[in-house]
Each structure stands twice: as C-alpha cells, then as structure tokens.
C-alpha cells in the first residue's frame, strides 16, 4: 500500500457527536528503530515484543462544529486534569495526519487519556499513547464509512501512529510487529507495522518482559534528538546494514526456537543501540551504574546457570529483563534477589507479550 491508499473517499455521513475509546499497549523493540528519513520514514527495518500490562487507553469524546473555524480544536485530560504542555505534540501530530483524516477539522474534540503505569516512571508513554489516540481517530472514521475492513483499519491506525512516533506502528497488533521495508519480508512497509509473516516457534509465546525501573525522571535525550544524530553519524550505514541483516537471521532463530542466538541479537542490539549514542556528537551515556550492574549480573547469572534469561534497553537507563515461560519461577526469583536492589524505590513491572490494542467503547 502506498500513502495515497490512505486517503478516504468522501464520507458518507458525519455522526453529529459520539464517543470512542481504546486502550493500546506498548511495544519493546528486539532490532532497534533509530534513525529516521522524511516524514518518519525509518532508516532500518525494525521488530518488536507488543507488551500486555503497559498500556494507554485513551477516550475521544467529538461534537460537530458548528462552523468550520478551519483549524483544530481539542481539549485534553490527562488522567483527569487538564495537560497543556502535551497539547502542541497533538497539534503537531494533527497537522501531519490532516490529509488523511480530514474530518479532524469537523468537530470540537475532548481527548481523555491515562496510562496503566505511573507517569513518573520513566517509560516513554508516546508509543501507546499515539497508537491508543490513532485508533479512537480510526474508529471515528469507521462509523463515517462503515464499510471499513478490520485490515485496512488497523494498517492505517499504524500508519497513523507512526506520523505520531515512529514505534507506536508497532503498538496496534500483536504479539510480534515488524515495520520497515525489507527485501526478505514480502509484505514489510516503511508505512504500517505488519504481524511477522514467518514461522514463530512456541517457546515465544508468553515471552515475559520485566522491567526494571533503574531511572524514573525525564530521559536525557528525547528520542528525535537521538534520531537526528544518526544524520552524519560515522557509523550510521553500517548500523542500518547490521539491523537488516538481524532480522535475516531473526527468520530461522524465531522458526526454530533457538533462543541462544536469540539473545546474541537482542542483546548485541541493546548495545549497538547505546553505542550510537556513545559515538554520535554530541554524545550521551544513557545508561547508569546500575544498568551495568544489572547486565553483568544477567550474564554471571546465565552462564552459571543456563536460564536462558537476556536483556534488552530502550533510549534509556530502565532494563527490559526477557525471559520464556518454561523459566518464569526462576528467573523472578533470580530478579527479586540479585536485580531489584539496582532499581529506584525498588521499583519494577512485570509485563509480558501481548495480542495487541483493544477496542473498550465506540458509540455514536
Ligand atoms: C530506542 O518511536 O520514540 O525505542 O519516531 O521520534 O517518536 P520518534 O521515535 P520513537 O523511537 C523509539 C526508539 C527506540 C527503539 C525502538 O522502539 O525501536
């Protein structure tokens, strides 16, 4: 599909008020997005866990202009008090999906949205909360053309999000999403995430992913500032390659199960992740000493006793602990003795793969 594909026909009729809600997951990423083109374009394919607990739900409560002023026009909750310093980011975000959903400009919108983790927890809250926000716009626009398939309603609320953050095509669907256009994945886009098309052997499912909570405040760097440093970066090409080259080989590792090379490549993948940081100018370190402390430990604690537990990081200093079901009682264990000392306030969330965004309220 191609961006056209995503300009609806006229609407058949405008409900003249109503009110959607739905609630999206977050997503981890085991090949990393970083780096992006024009209109969020990313440099390199990507893939990821959808999660289950992290989540935002998100309700749009719409009411038809009277006149059309021409401009945008919402109101904004964040758990139930008003958030004025997310309101430019929503601008932002609308004045990029305007063409595509043109009756952004039709209605007096009241966006309530709360997230299932704590605000202060340092999780960035942007993948679940655009996918959360695109699928209540989607839902709104399903009821002004009803004939709308669930295919096309979930690509588009992928392509949506994603001209909201990149990762949040990631958030719609589940349990693995893959986005970016790759030459071995036949129906990958730069658009939409895609359910991975390939075999997935079993020991995936249930995948769990518990995360610790190393640093709660405010990332050091927001994640375009990062992007933008792969422009020019001295290692950029070879980072791109590297990640297409990953998921080649991610093909056989997911079919068969081998979780050993599994966890090469996720966790090469954290590291590469931060290494661009490392090695861009400006550079950043944006693990702390406790990450550290937290991988060494991961590593003595797998090779002393073979649990195939493995690390992943986003733009951050937080840990994603990973691990399969069959090894759940264990690896808990091993993380309350060892790993939650290294956390703030002792602080972590134990999530795990999920099936995707849920629809909880459409009416008109
Ligand atoms: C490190 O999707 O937050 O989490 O497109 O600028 O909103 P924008 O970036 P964002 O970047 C995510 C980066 C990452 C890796 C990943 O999720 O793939």
């Not at 704590?118 to 399903?142: D, F, N, Q, V, Y």
């Not at 290494?275 to 944006?286: C, E, N, Q, R, V």
């Amino acid at each position: 599909m191609t961006e056209k594909d995503f300009l609806p026909a006229p609407y058949q009729h405008f409900s003249k008020n109503g009110k959607v809600t739905w609630k999206a997951p977050s997503n981890i990423a085991l090949v990393k997005y970083w780096g992006k083109l024009a209109n969020q374009i990313p440099a390199n394919p990507s893939i990821s866990f959808t999660l289950d607990a992290c989540a935002t739900t998100t309700t749009i409560s719409y009411q038809k202009k009277e006149g059309n002023t021409g401009g945008f026009s919402f109101d904004l909750l964040f758990e139930g008090k008003p958030k004025t310093d997310f309101k430019p980011k929503i601008e932002t975000f609308f004045n990029r999906i305007a063409d595509y959903v043109p009756f952004l400009k039709e209605y007096d919108f009241t966006i309530e949205t709360s997230n299932s983790f704590p605000h202060s927890s340092g999780i960035a809250s942007s993948a679940s909360g655009m996918a959360a926000l695109s699928l209540c716009l989607m839902e709104i626009e399903k009821q002004l053309n009803p004939e709308m398939d669930e295919m096309f309603f979930s690509r588009k609320a992928s392509f949506l999000a994603r001209l909201g953050s990149g990762s949040a095509c990631r958030s719609v669907e589940g349990d693995l999403i893959q986005w970016g256009k790759h030459p071995q994945i036949p129906s990958s886009s730069n658009l939409y995430g895609i359910k991975y098309p390939f075999e997935v052997n079993p020991i995936f499912k249930n995948y769990h992913d518990t995360i610790l909570l190393v640093h709660k405040g405010q990332k050091q760097v927001s994640s375009t500032v990062g992007h933008d440093l792969m422009h020019g970066h001295p290692y950029a090409e070879k980072r791109f390659q590297q990640a297409f080259d990953n998921l080649d080989n991610l093909k056989s590792i997911f079919a068969e199960g081998n979780l050993q090379d599994f966890i090469k490549i996720v966790e090469s993948e954290a590291l590469t992740l931060h290494a661009m940081m490392m090695t861009s100018m400006p550079y950043f370190i944006l693990m702390k000493p406790d990450t550290l402390e937290i991988i060494n430990k991961i590593w003595k604690y797998r090779s002393e006793s073979k649990v195939p537990i493995c690390f992943t990081l986003d733009a951050g200093a937080n840990v994603h602990v990973l691990y399969p079901e069959s090894v759940k009682e264990k690896a808990i264990q091993f993380i309350q003795d060892e790993l939650v000392a290294h956390c703030e306030n002792g602080h972590y969330i134990c999530d795990r793969i999920g099936v995707g965004a849920k629809k909880i309220m459409g009416k008109k």
